[in-house]
């Protein structure tokens, strides 16, 4: 069973770009969640999709946002890119009912390094 | 204040020993659940065991148990017989219960471990 696949592993920007970033889940998974990974604030709550619907969202500013498709393929995007967003995107697939269940294990993909210059 | 603290600096151990890494939590929530999860320099987050609030015995997977205190907030991790491959980042994170859909987990910063032959 293939893992969560995330692309691209690399990706250098430039500031007031925008990017786009893509994950696929565990097939069968229908709820994927991104997290922003960087040495100063650590790994932290972006959002979760869930059925194509926006289910739960961190602290993070609208530049920030993401959707999710019918085949349960997710994508996050920035806009106006800052030095600040450089960091580690990983995604998260989980199996999933309605309300997810305290147990349910996220199973994370090899995450975006992104570089903003 | 912090929900999970992780306040170890770089750990240590041999190879064929024991460590434990610690993680204290907070939360008023009742229920909850406990994760370590393991960040090799790949990226990938690879998950290691699970505690719920309310299980009655400490969880144990393989070389890897959770020393759970619940009057103390702390859920500590076990790893026996270190080998080399366990060199990593660790970290312990938490899901809370609730009203909501309960999908985000909170990480604290992390614990470097390396093993030395």
């Known amino acids: 069973k293939a893992g969560v696949t995330q692309t691209p592993r690399y990706l250098i920007k430039t500031r007031g770009q925008q990017v786009t970033l893509s994950c696929s889940p565990i097939s069968g998974h229908r709820s994927v969640s991104w997290y922003q990974q960087t040495p100063g604030q650590g790994l932290q709550f972006l959002f979760e999709?869930?059925?194509?619907?926006?289910?739960n969202k961190g602290n993070f500013p609208g530049r920030f946002s993401g959707r999710q498709f019918s085949n349960s393929r997710s994508e996050m995007n920035v806009s106006t890119l800052e030095l600040g967003d450089s960091a580690l995107y990983l995604c998260?697939?989980?199996?999933?009912?309605?309300?997810?269940?305290?147990?349910?294990?996220?199973?994370f993909g090899q995450g975006t390094r992104l570089t903003v210059v | 204040a912090q929900k999970i603290t992780q306040t170890q600096p770089g750990m240590f151990v041999q190879e064929k020993e024991a460590v434990t890494l610690d993680c204290t939590y907070d939360t008023s929530d009742p229920s909850y659940g406990l994760f370590w999860y393991k960040q090799p320099s790949s990226g990938e987050m690879i998950f290691l065991i699970y505690q719920g609030s309310y299980d009655q015995q400490n969880a144990t997977e393989g070389r890897y148990s959770l020393n759970f205190q619940k009057a103390r907030k702390s859920a500590n991790l076990v790893i026996s017989a270190s080998q080399l491959g366990d060199s990593a980042m660790y970290f312990c994170?938490?899901?809370?219960?609730?009203?909501?859909?309960?999908?985000?987990?909170?990480f604290g910063k992390g614990i470097t471990l390396s093993v030395r032959p």
């Open positions: 998260a697939s989980s199996l999933d009912r309605r309300r997810m269940e305290m147990n349910t294990e996220a199973f």
């Open positions: 999709y869930f059925s194509e619907t926006q289910r």
């Open positions: 994170a938490m899901r809370e219960g609730g009203t909501g859909a309960n999908s985000k987990l909170t």
